[in-house]
């Protein structure tokens, strides 16, 4: 049991942040996420991984998880890591966790002012959806053993439920009120196990668990951007606004902010050119190289 304060107020310190990764990400999305807004939140950004990397222990101030969650992009590992965030969330003493994908530029500064309008102590769970309508689900027994004992009764067997879930790619948070309300059914391994009840991806479970099962509702903050939206679709006036970006390549079309800065070449993601955008004091920003 940690003791914490209910006070309103919310600073950097009171956030947590995880990052979910993989060893074959290290060396490229991980890089590009410690040498930019990592550097804004040394102390709070904590990086889930499943592989022992003593170069990054180095490089993130030893914020490195070996999760000991399977490699691969499989529902399983996902999940574990997840549970892995959740838990290392309730073992500290923070207002707000947040989780962001190792493909997002979080905009620190930003995603502390935007939680200020958020009290921990009320349920809150915000993000984005990518999808316009909610999810529809079908209800098998092993869903359905999940629910009170009212529902289980007014629901049918194979009839479908429907939640929204906030798209883990955008990143989101919880509130620390919401963590104690989730733990019975979250926390050491329980999230997995949900997962595989309802066989749908880490974000979507967390979605099933909130909205369904305690029935708190998805508040949308539209600030937070996977790379399911198109980046070049936001606008560089807009971006001291924004929360999250992302980015993604399939084949060679890249799916990037559009940012003036660095070459493509040495900066694909832009994260470098964006972070130079929003915090032209780093060394390299002045320097105009990234050697
Ligand atoms: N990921 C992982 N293990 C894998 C592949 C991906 O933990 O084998 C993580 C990855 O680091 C990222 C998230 O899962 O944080 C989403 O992966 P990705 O961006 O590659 O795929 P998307 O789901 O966005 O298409
Ligand atoms: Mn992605």
Redesign the pocket.
């Known amino acids: 049991h940690v003791e914490y304060e209910w006070t309103t107020n919310i600073d950097l310190d009171d956030i947590f942040i995880s990052v979910k990764t993989t060893q074959k990400y290290h060396d490229s999305r991980l890089k590009a996420i410690v040498k930019t807004w990592f550097q804004l939140a040394r102390d709070q950004v904590w990086f889930f991984t499943d592989y022992e990397d003593d170069a990054y222990q180095n490089l993130t101030n030893h914020h490195m998880v070996q999760t000991n969650c399977s490699r691969g992009h499989f529902r399983q590992g996902l999940c574990c890591k997840m549970n892995k965030e959740f838990d290392f969330f309730l073992s500290t003493s923070k207002k707000f966790w947040c989780h962001f994908?190792d493909?997002n530029y979080v905009n620190i500064p930003t995603l502390v002012r935007v939680l200020k309008e958020y009290h921990a102590y009320q349920d809150w769970y915000l993000g984005k959806p990518s999808i316009s309508s909610p999810i529809e689900i079908f209800l098998n027994p092993a869903i359905k053993s999940l629910e009170s004992k009212k529902r289980a009764k007014d629901n049918q067997e194979n009839q479908k439920i429907k939640f929204w879930f906030a798209t883990g790619?955008a990143g989101f948070c919880i509130s620390r009120a919401l963590a104690i309300k989730m733990m019975p059914l979250a926390s050491n391994g329980k999230f997995v196990t949900i997962g595989d009840k309802i066989r749908f991806p880490d974000d979507v479970t967390l979605g099933f668990i909130v909205e369904y099962l305690l029935k708190v509702p998805l508040t949308v903050v539209n600030s937070f951007h996977s790379?399911l939206e198109r980046m070049d679709h936001i606008d560089v006036d807009s971006f001291r606004d924004q929360i999250s970006f992302?980015y993604?390549n399939i084949k060679d079309d890249w799916n990037v902010v559009r940012i003036d800065g660095f070459d493509a070449g040495e900066d694909p993601y832009r994260f470098f050119s964006l972070h130079c955008y929003l915090f032209p004091y780093f060394d390299y920003c002045k320097n105009r190289s990234l050697l």
């Open positions: 994908d493909d790619g790379h992302s993604a």
